[in-house]
């Protein structure tokens, strides 16, 4: 889609833009629903100065901070994710990467929660080679998570420790191994429009199966800790915006949706989205289990009246 067109869709009354990317979902989704649930299982002391992330060790934040989980501990949480009713588990690391000793340990959790579990698996482990990728799919997983956080021209002034192209280099070596990808990143850090369109056309190219939306929740002792947010009217046109660009793909809203959206979380999804993260995040909480409930029925019920 040219970058033109996109442009123009942003010139449009609200209401008509929400009715095109519905449309485009209908068509192209019908009703698939998809809910994930994620797990910190290795928290903080990252070398990383991603201006975002709370789990920076260059950040005074006050989270918690501890090396890898058990596997115990990580089967544990995936038998929650299941109870809760979420169709995908994700086992999220902080830091560049996992030492071998690390990865073996998550390959292992993997193999017995697929065994003992069967929930579907995702993991989030930094930038891993294409042989540690393969290693990962061959115990289990479907899906590697990588995000790409923002465009190219925007990504130097949230992150300088590592380029965009790196990111990049991941995603491609998962999609080799044989992997689905995730990948999306987070609006409301200053970034354009430009910046937003430029994000879904690399994620397109990218050919990703699944893309979630974060909206940037300031948290005290990052940099972005006094940022402004972002209006829901902006954050449900991004959803928008790449539903439209996205076709088929899977649209999650992430974290943020909470605050940002607050009563009209529903919006997102007559907006494109197809799917979201429910029983919290990373190092923030999320909605009440009993709440996210009924907005699944209440999507459900909308989508197929």
């Known amino acids: 889609m040219e970058r033109k067109k996109i442009k123009a869709l942003l010139e449009l009354p609200l209401a008509e833009l929400i009715s095109k990317a519905d449309e485009v979902r209908r068509k192209t989704l019908g009703a698939k629903l998809e809910l994930c649930n994620i797990m910190n299982a290795k928290s903080g002391m990252c070398p990383e100065d991603c201006r975002f992330c709370a789990q920076s060790s260059r950040h005074a934040t006050n989270i918690s901070r501890y090396p890898l989980k058990s596997k115990r501990e990580i089967v544990k949480a995936a038998t929650r994710a299941k109870e809760i009713g979420a169709h995908r588990f994700d086992i999220v690391t902080s830091g560049e990467s996992l030492s071998k000793n690390d990865l073996n340990k998550v390959i292992d959790a993997v193999k017995e929660i697929k065994e003992r579990i069967g929930i579907a698996m995702c993991a989030s482990l930094g930038k891993l080679d294409e042989e540690s990728l393969a290693l990962l799919k061959n115990a289990g997983l479907s899906r590697y998570h990588h995000n790409i956080e923002t465009s190219p021209r925007?990504?130097?002034?949230?992150?300088?420790?590592?380029?965009?192209?790196?990111?990049?280099?991941?995603?491609?070596?998962?999609?080799?191994?044989?992997?689905?990808?995730?990948?999306?990143?987070?609006?409301?850090?200053?970034?354009?429009?430009?910046?937003?369109?430029?994000?879904?056309?690399?994620?397109?190219?990218?050919?990703?199966?699944?893309?979630?939306?974060?909206?940037?929740?300031?948290?005290?002792?990052?940099?972005?800790?006094?940022?402004?947010?972002?209006?829901?009217?902006?954050?449900?046109?991004?959803?928008?915006?790449?539903?439209?660009?996205?076709?088929?793909?899977?649209?999650?809203?992430?974290?943020?949706?909470?605050?940002?959206?607050?009563?009209?979380?529903?919006?997102?999804?007559?907006?494109?989205?197809?799917?979201?993260?429910?029983?919290?995040?990373?190092?923030?909480?999320?909605?009440?289990?009993?709440?996210?409930?009924?907005?699944?029925?209440?999507?459900?019920?909308?989508?197929?009246?």
């Open 154 to 305: 925007y990504f130097p002034k949230i992150v300088t420790t590592h380029s965009f192209q790196e990111r990049i280099d991941t995603i491609r070596a998962a999609k080799r191994a044989g992997l689905e990808v995730c990948s999306g990143g987070i609006i409301g850090m200053g970034e354009a429009w430009d910046d937003r369109i430029d994000m879904a056309l690399i994620l397109k190219e990218l050919d990703v199966d699944s893309v979630p939306l974060n909206i940037l929740v300031p948290i005290k002792g990052t940099p972005f800790e006094d940022a402004d947010q972002i209006s829901p009217t902006d954050a449900i046109k991004t959803i928008a915006i790449f539903r439209i660009v996205l076709k088929d793909k899977l649209i999650k809203v992430a974290a943020g949706r909470e605050s940002v959206l607050k009563d009209f979380q529903g919006m997102a999804f007559m907006a494109g989205a197809n799917g979201m993260l429910i029983g919290g995040y990373l190092t923030i909480e999320g909605r009440d289990l009993s709440d996210d409930r009924t907005l699944v029925e209440e999507i459900k019920r909308t989508w197929t009246a």
